[in-house]
């Protein structure tokens, strides 16, 4: 079978993008994107070409530029440039010249395919095709491996991912250069591949034929290994669905997830690996969350956007925003419990044992009078309560006025209730209902101290 019956049969079989589709194709000069040019035109298919000249090797890159809008001239198809000072956005954004370079070309070729303007052209291209090949997998696999990216970074590049496709994975470099010499094809030379600082060519240049004199068939068993991994890959997946959906249990915007079960759950590092890292947690932050299964109530693990709590027997992953990320449950054998003010100790006393003080941040609560488990929650508006000493409720919010509390400080302010009654605001005052008497028996001691 010829490449051009197997580019065809891959783009078939892979589902990559349909005859009749308009396709951008990312093309630099070099002998993989003239390939794919070639292969396009072949096939009947209907293209635009994109260069980018990122201006990092002279009058290299100028020849370059010309070369590709000359190929554009060839195929009669319309053709796009883009100039970028590429050094400039590295050191201002602290990338890498590879990254930048990468961020660069893949935010323009994102503008192409969804920009009207160039409707006057031809009709609006529907992906973004590549010229990456089944040589450029290998490496990308490697690079994966020693820098740790897990299942994900081993299965290599994918033929598809969003809009952008790889019609060339299945092909190996030497067969590229024999088509394009049967074809009598035209390309330029990049000087920059032959350096080794940059790691993929490291890896092509140096690593693989080095590793090749032990084990002769080393790129071929890498082949095996990418069809392998991408197999595991989906097993992998489906294991994963399977636990997450034993796990998972979703109320709204949050995240609930009983300890138990994912204690006895295995492999229990990659499982909690997989669900945090959606919501924007790194793989350090694995073990921090697994602490926080034997942790007091209150702890928790932070991300951008989102925390895991420890609450009671479920960790709860909620949106920072979120008010029900700020509501925590304590049981009546609760010890400690911590939160974003500080943490509250509880400890139960024989009235005859309690000496009565004069502190805001110490509740003496008559037990009798309590229903747990309590809710710690931050306070909101239409809250009231009875304030020690008076018989008569009082607005949060007006309380906070009697109190000159500043709008920061009102901010701040969390409630301790039972049963859908403030018993206490918490470093400010008790309730009056919940005032021990000379007939409490058992008291609930709350202090307010600070986290650590």
């Known amino acids: 079978m010829s490449l051009l019956q197997r580019f065809q049969q891959y783009i078939s079989e892979n589902h990559l993008f349909s005859s009749g589709d308009p396709l951008l194709l990312a093309v630099s000069g070099g002998i993989d994107s003239v390939v794919l040019c070639e292969l396009c035109k072949q096939a009947g298919y209907s293209f635009i070409i994109a260069h980018c000249n990122f201006k990092l090797r002279g009058a290299e890159s100028e020849r370059d530029a010309d070369f590709v809008q000359q190929l554009a001239q060839n195929y009669q198809v319309p053709f796009l440039k883009k100039e970028f000072d590429t050094a400039a956005f590295a050191e201002k954004n602290k990338l890498s010249i590879q990254e930048a370079a990468r961020e660069l070309r893949y935010s323009w070729f994102e503008e192409i395919l969804k920009s009207e303007n160039i409707s006057a052209l031809c009709p609006l291209p529907s992906a973004l095709l590549t010229a990456h090949h089944l040589d450029d997998n290998i490496e990308t696999m490697l690079m994966h491996f020693f820098r740790g990216t897990g299942i994900h970074g081993l299965r290599g590049m994918l033929p598809r991912q969003g809009h952008v496709v790889r019609p060339l994975l299945f092909a190996r470099k030497q067969e590229l250069k024999q088509f394009a010499t049967a074809n009598n094809l035209a390309w330029v030379e990049d000087s920059s591949n032959a350096l080794d600082k940059y790691s993929r060519n490291y890896f092509r240049n140096q690593l693989i034929p080095l590793v090749q004199h032990i084990y002769p068939e080393a790129e071929n068993n890498l082949v095996g290994n990418l069809r392998r991994f991408a197999d595991m890959e989906q097993l992998y997946e489906q ?214």
């Open 239 to 452: 294991a994963l669905a399977l636990h997450k959906k034993k796990l998972l249990e979703f109320k709204g915007e949050e995240v609930h997830i009983p300890i138990l079960k994912l204690q006895k759950s295995e492999p229990l590092h990659a499982i909690v690996y997989e669900i945090i890292k959606e919501v924007g947690f790194s793989a350090a932050q694995v073990e921090e969350v697994i602490k926080l299964l034997g942790s007091e109530s209150g702890r928790y693990v932070q991300s951008a956007t989102h925390r895991i709590i420890k609450n009671r027997r479920w960790l709860i992953i909620a949106p920072v925003k979120a008010e029900q990320s700020q509501t925590l449950v304590i049981d009546a054998d609760e010890e400690r419990i911590v939160f974003e003010n500080g943490a509250l100790a509880l400890t139960q006393l024989k009235s005859t044992n309690v000496q009565l003080v004069n502190d805001p941040a110490i509740a003496l609560i008559d037990k009798s009078t309590l229903q747990f488990p309590l809710l710690l929650r931050k306070w909101k508006k239409g809250d009231y309560f009875y304030p020690l000493g008076l018989k008569k409720k009082k607005k949060l919010a007006r309380f906070f006025i009697d109190q000159k509390l500043s709008m920061t400080d009102k901010e701040k302010v969390w409630v301790l209730e039972s049963n859908k009654k403030i018993l206490w605001v918490v470093g400010q005052r008790i309730d009056d209902r919940f005032k021990i008497t000379d007939s409490t028996k058992q008291v609930l001691r709350i202090q307010l101290t600070n986290n650590s």
